[in-house]
């Protein structure tokens, strides 16, 4: 268990040992999706990281991550603050860590009313002002440029909170404005249900088309895991987070991933 300390807007400690601070820098550039970052960034990062570590309390459950892990972690989970500040994770307390995702069996209605019980594996889960919850053997698959990340879903959900009900609309800068916000993500998501609605093969998740708060998440996740694709297929959407993170992923995707073609216009469907 972490202790609590008073938050120091992204600056690392000052009394951090070289050794620390090499671990740190070594964590990050373990992770593909945080390399581009300007020098200042990764400074910000690290801090960032080091705060999270610290204010949260972190629960392992049969799991035992090294100072290292933890560092990895905590720097993913600190990419989609790093321009809007800490006080954005403040709607919970703790992180808890367990080996495997959890099946649990649930009633769901078609659309015809019908009511049945389905199995459904949660690698991950987000209450309102409640712990956040992640599988190990998932978030050991985080951090490339392939358009998943657990520890970014989850937060996103945390994001989407603070104005209350998860309902895909975080409480918004006072620049941005609602009306677009709105607009672009209804319309994506009416797109992609309208896919899933015709069995045709869709380029994000189709977990998304689960409700728009899971959109929202989805989304997240694509924005800083698989930018180009997120900015091909809908990039209104990606315009506004864009502008919410105050982050543009696109152009920290590595060329040399362009030059392999891996988002290539060809393999977004």
């Given at each position: 268990?972490?202790?609590?300390?008073?938050?120091?807007?992204?600056?690392?400690?000052?009394?951090?040992?070289?050794?620390?601070?090499?671990?740190?820098?070594?964590?990050?550039?373990?992770?593909?999706?945080?390399?581009?970052?300007?020098?200042?960034?990764?400074t910000t990062l690290i801090g960032l990281g080091q705060q999270l570590l610290k204010r949260k309390t972190l629960t392992l459950i049969g799991v035992e991550l090294s100072p290292r892990q933890q560092a990895v972690l905590a720097l993913q989970a600190a990419l989609p603050i790093l321009h809007l500040g800490a006080d954005w994770y403040?709607?919970?307390?703790?992180?808890?860590?367990?080996?495997?995702?959890?099946?649990?069996?649930?009633?769901?209605?078609?659309?015809?009313?019908?009511?049945?019980?389905?199995?459904?594996?949660?690698?991950?889960?987000?209450?309102?002002?409640?712990?956040?919850?992640?599988?190990?053997?998932?978030?050991?698959?985080?951090?490339?440029?392939?358009?998943?990340?657990?520890?970014?879903?989850?937060?996103?959900?945390?994001?989407?909170?603070?104005?209350?009900?998860?309902?895909?609309?975080?409480?918004?800068?006072?620049?941005?404005?609602?009306?677009?916000?709105?607009?672009?993500?209804?319309?994506?998501?009416?797109?992609?249900?309208?896919?899933?609605?015709?069995?045709?093969?869709?380029?994000?998740?189709?977990?998304?088309?689960?409700?728009?708060?899971?959109?929202?998440?989805?989304?997240?996740?694509?924005?800083?895991?698989?930018?180009?694709?997120?900015?091909?297929?809908?990039?209104?959407?990606?315009?506004?987070?864009?502008?919410?993170?105050?982050?543009?992923?696109?152009?920290?995707?590595?060329?040399?991933?362009?030059?392999?073609?891996?988002?290539?216009?060809?393999?977004?469907?």
């Amino acid at each position: 268990m972490l202790g609590w300390f008073k938050w120091l807007g992204g600056r690392p400690q000052t009394s951090m040992s070289e050794d620390e601070l090499a671990l740190w820098r070594q964590a990050l550039a373990a992770v593909p999706i945080l390399q581009g970052l300007s020098d200042t960034e990764q400074t910000t990062l690290i801090g960032l990281g080091q705060q999270l570590l610290k204010r949260k309390t972190l629960t392992l459950i049969g799991v035992e991550l090294s100072p290292r892990q933890q560092a990895v972690l905590a720097l993913q989970a600190a990419l989609p603050i790093l321009h809007l500040g800490a006080d954005w994770y403040r709607g919970f307390h703790e992180i808890i860590i367990i080996p495997e995702p959890v099946t649990r069996r649930q009633e769901v209605q078609d659309e015809f009313g019908l009511v049945s019980e389905v199995e459904e594996e949660n690698a991950g889960e987000s209450w309102p002002q409640g712990p956040l919850v992640l599988a190990w053997s998932d978030l050991q698959q985080d951090g490339d440029w392939d358009g998943f990340n657990l520890v970014i879903h989850e937060l996103a959900h945390k994001l989407d909170m603070l104005g209350g009900e998860a309902d895909g609309t975080p409480p918004l800068p006072g620049q941005m404005s609602s009306q677009l916000w709105q607009q672009a993500f209804q319309t994506a998501f009416d797109e992609l249900c309208q896919q899933l609605d015709r069995d045709e093969v869709t380029a994000i998740d189709p977990y998304a088309a689960e409700h728009p708060a899971e959109f929202f998440a989805v989304s997240c996740e694509c924005f800083f895991t698989d930018p180009l694709r997120l900015q091909q297929v809908y990039p209104a959407v990606y315009r506004q987070l864009s502008q919410f993170f105050s982050q543009d992923p696109a152009l920290r995707f590595p060329a040399t991933r362009l030059l392999a073609g891996e988002a290539d216009a060809g393999s977004l469907t």
